[in-house]
C-alpha cells in the first residue's frame, strides 16, 4: 500500500504538503536504519511517518483510525511513534500561541506559560537530581494539558479530542498529565468542587446536632468548675435517650417510695 492510499484512508489525500512530507520521512527512516528491526512494518511506519508530517504542518490526524489500520494495540503503536521519531531525529512541537489562535482563547497564553513554567519547577524538585536531566517537558502532550486546564478553569471550552490529536498522545496519557498538573499546581490550573456531596451536608447537620449540648456544657464547667460525672453523661446523650433515661430514673423513684404490701396489693387488684 502507497502513501497516498494510506493518507486517502486516514482523510489526508487533500492535504498535499502533509503527503511529501511523510514520503519524505519515510525515505529518511529507509536510509537511516532498519525499522523492522523496531518492529515496525511497512505499513506501520508509513502511518507513524503521516502522522508526524500532519502534527509538522498543524494538521488533524486521527489516532484511533491509525491505530487499527495499524493492527497494533495503541500502547504497543505508542512505543513504534516514539521510536521512529527518536530514530528520524525529529522532535513534534505545539506552540501555546497557535493553540491560543487555532481555539479562540489568546488570553489563555500566559495563564499557560505560567503554569507549564510552575509545574516544571515543581515537579522537578520532587525528584531525585539524577533524573532530573532525563526529564523531558518538551512533548506536546505538556502544552496541551496545561492548555486544557488553563480553559477549563476559565470556563472557556476548547475540544479535548482535538487537542489529543494536535499533541500525537493517547487520551489516557494525556489524563494521566492532566491530572499531575491539577495535583501539584492547584492553584493555576484546579477547579474547586461547586457543590457538596449530600451525605456529607447531612452528616455535618448531624454533628452540629450534638455540638450545642457539648459547647453548653464546657461553658458551664468552666464557669463553675462543679460538673460532676453523671452531668457530664447525661449532656453527652442524645435528647431521645435523655428523656428515655429520664422516665426510667423516675419509675425507679416511684418503685422505691412504694411500701411492699401496697405493691402487692396493687398487683393483686390488677389480677382480678
Known amino acids: 500500500m502507497d502513501m497516498s492510499s494510506i493518507a486517502s484512508r486516514l482523510g489526508l489525500s487533500g492535504s498535499r504538503p502533509v503527503v511529501r512530507k511523510a514520503a519524505e520521512l519515510r525515505r529518511l527512516c529507509d536510509v537511516t536504519f532498519d525499522s523492522s528491526v523496531l518492529g515496525i512494518g511497512e505499513v506501520c511506519k508509513a502511518i507513524i511517518c503521516l502522522e508526524i508530517a500532519a502534527s509538522k504542518f498543524q494538521v488533524i490526524f486521527d489516532r484511533a483510525e491509525a491505530v487499527r489500520m495499524s493492527g497494533m494495540s495503541e500502547k504497543a503503536y505508542i512505543r513504534s511513534f516514539n521510536a521512529l521519531q527518536n530514530g528520524l531525529g525529529v522532535k513534534t512541537t505545539l506552540d501555546v500561541r497557535e493553540l491560543g489562535i487555532q481555539f479562540g482563547c489568546v488570553r489563555l497564553i500566559p495563564f499557560v506559560q505560567k503554569g507549564l513554567s510552575l509545574y516544571k519547577e515543581r515537579f522537578l524538585a520532587a525528584l531525585p537530581p539524577s533524573r532530573r536531566a532525563s526529564t523531558d517537558f518538551g512533548r506536546p502532550v505538556f502544552t496541551a494539558a496545561a492548555f486544557y486546564l488553563c480553559a477549563k478553569r476559565h470556563k472557556l471550552k476548547v475540544d479535548k479530542l482535538k487537542l489529543i490529536d494536535l499533541c500525537g498522545t493517547s487520551s489516557s496519557e494525556f489524563t ?63 435528647t431521645y435517650k435523655r428523656h428515655k433515661k429520664m422516665e426510667k430514673e423516675a419509675y425507679n423513684d416511684w418503685k422505691s417510695s412504694k411500701k411492699p404490701s401496697d405493691m402487692a396489693l396493687e398487683v393483686s387488684s390488677a389480677a382480678n
Open 176 to 238: 494521566t498529565v492532566s491530572t499531575s498538573m491539577a495535583d501539584l499546581c492547584f492553584d493555576v490550573f484546579g477547579i474547586a468542587k461547586e457543590k457538596k456531596d449530600a451525605k456529607s451536608i447531612k452528616g455535618s447537620r448531624e454533628l452540629l446536632d450534638v455540638l450545642p449540648s457539648k459547647r453548653k456544657h464546657d461553658d458551664d464547667s468552666d464557669s463553675s468548675g462543679e460538673s460532676s460525672g453523671d452531668d457530664q453523661d447525661e449532656l453527652d446523650l442524645p
